[in-house]
């Protein structure tokens, strides 16, 4: 019976698609639905599977202790099936397949947050630790029951005094020749342990970062292996921790905090890929460097960003296709129509606060694509060279900031364009927004993390001179100058107003045209990076004076670093659209422009300083916004049905087509009380035609000249309200039309 009523509602919807006026292009929703799937459409298609599956998803009327069980319970279950094995390696009954492991992991979200992080805890990050930064006797001896989840584990790297600042951490690993052992020791408060998830409760083992000390000398950060609890679940000696108790969101994780006092663990407990001692207490690594070893042992841990990038993209889908689905049916306002309420769709408001955010996913879709290839090209040893992993540890930092915060923005815009509706929990939207809130700090702040986008920005600037003569930097600041003085003096603009000849058609082709936009968010990256170089080449040399001159800059270079990625999901949607059919590609082109159109215009303030957009061509990326809005209009469904998201995955009760119901029944009552005659006469029109009747007279006797003033002054405020209002309306249109 729930088979056939999901049914029906589908059939609905697909009859109200084809009802609404259709552009003569129309989206091939099964072609753009398989092309969204990137490169494993398999392993996504699974975890999808499971997603949809009641035994994975989440249940909102559970305590934080029942919550915790039952994501342990799922836990076992993925286990059970394999679907957390595709990274490992292939003799340890694993895959080799780390983009394919990372698609399916992300698809987990639909199911339930807690559920995806927990299991990310497990594979993506103890796991992961000991398989990239251990060698084979790790492997051998611990990842088997990892895998297996005989031993559940914490990933150990966050103190309470250093989050994102991973280099300062209080925690040391002082080694002993005497006994061949490590002695774990967190020294303070700060240094302990937190917001680990599976330390509060299952976690048996856990790899804990520490500053390797031996023979006197800090060697920085590195990974050891520790025990922490018996079989019986209590602590072993000398480790002790507590529970983070109830969080804003993701409460099916048992996060919690873990200390050490003096806990010895083997020297072959070292995790020693990129460090090793011996016996004696020698200190070896294949990379000299402290700092490039140390940023070579993170990178080996990106994944964690990477999988963040495409979970918050998935919900920001969800979310869409939630309020999306819901705007299309549900009506409010007598607008066109005094029988009919209006569509919230079709109010270009209620347009511009999802299309918007529509745009952004699908060019954050298309970029995530792009990083996933890149991380399994490295991981697989394909591209693995520093270069490569340069690049993606870069992206990676920079996708995961801009998507889990825009994730963030869409949930909320969606559950306010959903209204009271949007607010109920059998809607999800409030959940997933809760248990996404933390996603901007997992795997590293997102201020931080543009931070060092725009640390790499700016290094890269400094490259391009190397080895370059003084007649060529003597070249490259006379461009700059004449750049920056063309700007200035106005003459970039001028040349806009000359081509556009005031005319906002002619502004609207402009800006619409690919080059443009892309020279417009192209340029903008490359003038601020220019300009924070520039400002910062005669930073002092002593160590504080160039801390306080880099601080002064470090608003403009997480701009630039924004900017940056901005251009890369710009490129990804531009690309991805050029590949599409013709008539797909047709609409798609308008889902890039208003990508573009809508960064463009939330830095209008810059490219308006900076020289790069005349005012009436800024004007004119407004009113082509609008524009494109209503083009888009007919292929909203369409464009959200391509994320391939079922009632399953979604489990809003307003997405599943019971408000279309809940509409349709309401027309239909008054359809029939109209056509029976039952209808009661609003009271301004009964007023009216008493005080017409009364005028006319009828055969009766004059009214008294004072009464006839009374009336004709009532009707004369209700006949200038009905004046005012059509002259508002006549003047909207007016407006809307130039």
């Known amino acids: 019976m729930a088979d056939r009523t999901a049914s029906a509602r589908l059939d609905r919807r697909q009859r109200s698609r084809s009802a609404e006026p259709r552009q003569h292009a129309q989206v091939d929703v099964d072609w753009l639905g398989r092309d969204l799937l990137g490169a494993w459409p398999e392993r996504r298609l699974a975890a999808r599977a499971k997603a949809a599956d009641p035994r994975y998803q989440r249940l909102d009327d559970l305590t934080v202790a029942a919550h915790r069980e039952r994501v342990m319970d799922q836990m076992r279950q993925l286990v059970d099936d394999g679907a957390v094995l595709a990274a490992f390696p292939t003799r340890l009954g694993g895959q080799d397949d780390h983009g394919g492991n990372i698609a399916g992991f992300e698809e987990l979200v639909l199911a339930d947050p807690s559920l995806q992080i927990k299991s990310g805890v497990q594979f993506g990050l103890f796991g992961a630790a000991v398989l990239h930064l251990g060698t084979q006797r790790h492997h051998d001896a611990f990842l088997p029951a990892i895998m297996s989840l005989e031993i559940p584990g914490a990933f150990a790297m966050t103190e309470t005094g250093h989050g994102s600042d991973v280099a300062s951490i209080g925690t040391t690993a002082t080694y002993d020749p005497e006994t061949e052992e490590f002695e774990i020791h967190t020294p303070f408060r700060g240094a302990w342990k937190d917001y680990l998830g599976n330390a509060a409760l299952h976690g048996r083992d856990a790899v804990v970062f520490a500053k390797l000390v031996t023979r006197g000398v800090d060697h920085g950060v590195h990974a050891f292996y520790v025990p922490l609890r018996d079989e019986t679940g209590a602590f072993l000696p000398g480790i002790g921790g507590e529970d983070d108790g109830y969080k804003g969101g993701l409460n099916g994780i048992d996060n919690g905090r873990l200390h050490f006092t003096h806990v010895r663990v083997p020297r072959t407990n070292l995790l020693n890929r990129y460090g090793d001692v011996a016996a004696d207490g020698t200190y070896s690594s294949p990379i000299q460097s402290p700092g490039r070893r140390f940023f070579t042992m993170l990178g080996t841990l990106v994944q964690g960003r990477v999988s963040l990038d495409g979970a918050a993209v998935i919900a920001q889908q969800a979310a869409l296709a939630i309020a999306i689905r819901y705007g299309a049916e549900r009506r409010q306002f007598n607008a066109s129509s005094d029988v009919q309420e209006e569509v919230l769709l079709d109010y270009r408001r209620h347009q511009r606060r999802l299309f918007t955010r529509l745009a952004k996913a699908y060019a954050q879709t298309y970029a995530h694509a792009i990083l996933l290839t890149q991380f399994d090209g490295v991981f697989s040893g394909r591209t693995d060279t520093p270069e490569e992993r340069e ?42 927004r809760a248990d996404l809130d933390v996603y901007a700090t997992f795997e590293g702040d997102n201020t931080v993390l543009l931070q060092l986008v725009g640390k790499r920005l700016l290094g890269d600037f400094a490259k391009q001179f190397k080895g370059a003569s003084k007649a060529d930097i003597a070249r490259f600041a006379a461009d700059q100058l004449f750049d920056r003085a063309t700007a200035l003096v106005g003459l970039r603009t001028l040349g806009q107003d000359v081509r556009d000849l005031r005319r906002v058609q002619n502004a609207s082709v402009a800006i619409r045209d690919r080059d443009f936009q892309r020279d417009m968010l192209e340029d903008r990256v490359e003038t601020m990076v220019a300009e924070i170089a520039g400002r910062l080449r005669h930073a002092p040399r002593d160590q504080a004076k160039a801390a306080a001159a880099f601080n002064a800059e470090q608003h403009e270079l997480i701009e630039a670093g924004r900017a940056w990625v901005e251009l890369q999901q710009y490129d990804a949607l531009d690309a991805a659209v050029e590949r599409m059919p013709e008539a797909t590609k047709k609409v798609m082109t308008h889902v890039r422009d208003l990508f573009a159109l809508t960064i463009i215009e939330e830095h209008a303030a810059w490219h308006l300083e900076n020289g790069r957009l005349s005012g009436a061509r800024s004007k004119a990326v407004t009113s082509t916004i609008e524009r494109l809005l209503q083009k888009l209009r007919p292929h909203a469904l369409d464009l959200v049905s391509a994320f391939g998201l079922t009632d399953a995955h979604l489990r809003a009760t307003i997405a599943t087509g019971a408000e279309g119901e809940r509409q349709a029944e309401a027309i239909a009552h008054y359809e029939a009380l109209r056509a029976s005659g039952a209808m009661p006469v609003p009271e301004k029109q009964a007023r009216e035609a008493a005080g017409e009747e009364r005028l006319a007279g009828a055969g009766a006797a004059p009214l008294p000249p004072e009464e006839v003033v009374a009336i004709d002054h009532e009707l004369g405020d209700e006949r200038d309200a009905d004046a005012i209002e059509a002259a508002d309306a006549e003047a909207a249109t007016e407006v809307a039309a130039r």
Request: aromatic share 4%; net charge negative; charged share 20%.
């Open 391 to 432: 690049d993606l540890e870069t992206l990676a930092a920079g996708l995961k900031s801009l998507s889990t915060w825009q994730a963030l923005d869409t949930l909320q815009e969606a559950r306010e364009a959903c209204g009271g509706a949007g607010f109920l929990g059998e809607n999800r939207l409030v959940q997933l």
